[in-house]
């Protein structure tokens, strides 16, 4: 997979054109499909992470999301001089779909306005009929606008778009409640709208940033979470461990994993990952735990394919074109 590089020239206009929250960065983006046959649905995914996340998030992308970068080149004066479209076919339940990903730049000038700004855009037809066709990100133009990170696709149903706020992405968060007057302790994964540059509300840690964190010899060490809750039949200490899962090609946004530990006064009552296999969007994820006093933990799974992209979930909303459906 090819990465895109910058001269010093366009490291310059990179610093001109960003945000200031975001010059400090080094970005990486995403852009691509998910065909999934078996469960008869396309998903277009448009994943971003930067600095070290960046790099991990690179490494496991599957081999149908693109960095749109590398799909431009530009000429000796850093003007666009050409660029290219990743294309593919997912075979559902009714026919073919034709995936057509691009990039999008901010501007044809490197060294304009948005010049060294990159996004992606996205068309799916199928029988000559679009289902899809946005850009998935204009944030450099249109800072208050979403992105588009989740397009759901399915035969004979209105196609469904999953958003977040500019400078905000889809990630896995850990959630903790410790709740003595329901005599109870709830752990749980969710993937949803994360934002690095705010303090997540209490009992609530990105993992992402989790396993962005920087040791005093200038190395990534995952930043352990570590909390106890007193219930009436003893103390649960509760210790997350950030990992990042083995194998490559599990997709962007599945880059980051946890370890979670739960001893009762000091013996291990559980101890298991959020996700065995990032790989396989059947294998069970962790979607909570929760601890009752005097009961064992009791542990909810999901298959990973709809905890990461839920068919029916309150976050999608329709997508609205002249030209869909067609």
């Not at 909570?288 to 309150?314: C, H, I, M, N, W």
């Amino acid at each position: 997979m090819k990465t895109f590089f910058l001269t010093n020239t366009r490291l310059l206009a990179l610093c001109l054109c960003l945000p200031l929250s975001a010059m400090a960065d080094v970005s990486e983006i995403r852009a691509g499909f998910d065909c999934q046959p078996g469960r008869d649905r396309l998903i277009l995914t448009y994943d971003s992470a930067s600095n070290h996340p960046a790099e991990k998030m690179a490494e496991k992308a599957s081999a149908t999301q693109w960095n749109p970068g590398a799909l431009v080149t530009y000429d000796d004066e850093d003007h666009i001089d050409a660029m290219r479209a990743e294309q593919g076919v997912c075979r559902l339940s009714d026919g073919e779909y034709q995936v057509e990903i691009l990039p999008y730049p901010g501007n044809g000038n490197l060294q304009g306005m948005c010049g060294a700004w990159m996004g992606a855009s996205a068309i799916v037809k199928k029988d000559g009929k679009t289902r899809f066709d946005a850009p998935f990100d204009d944030s450099c133009h249109r800072p208050d606008q979403p992105v588009i990170r989740r397009v759901l696709i399915r035969p004979g149903k209105a196609t469904l778009i999953r958003t977040t706020p500019s400078g905000s992405g889809l990630g896995l968060m850990f959630t903790a409640a410790c709740q003595p007057a329901h005599y109870q302790l709830r752990l749980g994964f969710v993937f949803g709208a994360t934002h690095i540059w705010r303090e997540e509300p209490p009992g609530v840690n990105d993992i992402e940033s989790l396993l962005a964190y920087m040791d005093g010899s200038d190395n990534y060490k995952p930043h352990d979470i570590e909390a106890s809750c007193r219930l009436r039949d003893g103390e649960y200490r509760y210790v997350l461990h950030p990992l990042i899962p083995e194998g490559k090609g599990c997709g962007a946004a599945k880059w980051a994993s946890a370890r979670l530990t739960i001893a009762k006064d000091g013996e291990i009552i559980h101890d298991a990952p959020f996700m065995q296999d990032c790989g396989n969007p059947e294998a069970p994820v962790v979607t909570s735990v929760t601890l009752r006093s005097g009961k064992k933990p009791k542990v909810e799974t999901q298959p990973a394919a709809l905890f990461y992209d839920p068919d029916d979930d309150a976050s999608y909303r329709v997508y609205e074109s002249e030209s869909a459906g067609e």
